[in-house]
């Protein structure tokens, strides 16, 4: 992908993270981990109409953010890690200017666990 079409996509899922539902669902469908949730248990957990939650859905998947999988009738939605990879990447990619101590902090404020 050359360097304008990554910054168009990055700017598409950047957009869709700026609403606060979406960002809360992205959040949420992380959390979840290659499990995901059902679209009806996300809208309920969201607290958010389905017919509101599909919409904010195909956004977050238009943006390469989450993934949907027909089963049976129901659609199951999950982070896609990938896409979250790409756009982490994306703003770190300059971040250090070939001083590294200057991002070494950077994963200090994550609290990744172990599922037991």
Known sequence: MDELTTQVWAVD????????TRLSVFRML??????GHV???IAERAGVPPS???HHLATLERAGLVQ????SRLIHYRADF???RRLLTFLMQDCC???PEMCSDLMTGLHCETAS
Do not use: C, F, I, W
């Not at 899922?13 to 606060?20: F, K, M, P, Q, T």
């Open 39 to 41: 679209a009806g248990a």
């Open 82 to 84: 990938a896409g979250m």
């Open 97 to 99: 200017q070939g001083a």
């Open 68 to 71: 949907s999988e027909r089963e």
């Open 52 to 54: 509101t939650m599909s």
């Open 13 to 20: 899922a950047l957009g869709a993270l700026a609403h606060e």
């Open 30 to 35: 992380v959390k979840a981990g290659p499990d």
